[in-house]
């Protein structure tokens, strides 16, 4: 398989063609409308895979005309393929440049360009929530444990509901909704900074004493 025309420049790019072929068909076509990947290919085919170079002046009748009838046979328009090379752009898989009377320029990236620049958008979580210090989400946590502490069973309120880290802190435990678990002020105070295993038999340990103590109460009240 030759990307090349025959007797045109050769490839002196870094990329093999099956190499782009499957960086085109894993990242590109996925982020793609169906039209936009047929404007997409076109222009890789003018521009890389003709002159082994990102640009390429063409106008937008061009681009409709090479792009030919749609599935419904209708024909693209003006309107459509400024609409795609908008949304090709906005996806950053081509910069517009200036216009002359031959066309537009465009410079193409390739699928490794679109794909390492899309890359930091993904990291949109470098602010993530805060589940354990943003009052409402803390709140929405204790609904969702039915405002139980997760560890005794007891009921807790707005002012003595904590929140625990299940994995903790000091072992890189995340402050997630999956992490955080509603916990009374005592089972907290016990489970501090030990893993769940570390802390389950302290946690029973007391929770057998308070139901001892909350026994003998009862029977003082029965004999009184
Ligand atoms: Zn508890």
Redesign the pocket.
Known sequence: MCWASPGGPSMTSSFSDEKLLVAIVDHVIPILTPYEVSAYLLLLRLSWLTNADAHVRIGKRAIANRLGTGARGDKANFEQVSKVIKGLAHKRCLEVGDTTVEGTLYAVKLPSEIVDVAAPDSTTDAHPPDWFGDPDRRRELFGRDGWQ??????S?TEGSATLDHFVPQCQDGPSTPENLRT??????SIKAGKSYEEAAPL?LAN?RQRRMRLSSAAEDCTRR
């Not at 916990?183 to 907290?188: K, Y």
Request: overall charge negative; proline content about 0%.
């Open positions: 502490c997760q560890y005794c069973g007891d807790v916990a009374c002020f005592l089972c907290n946690l929770l």
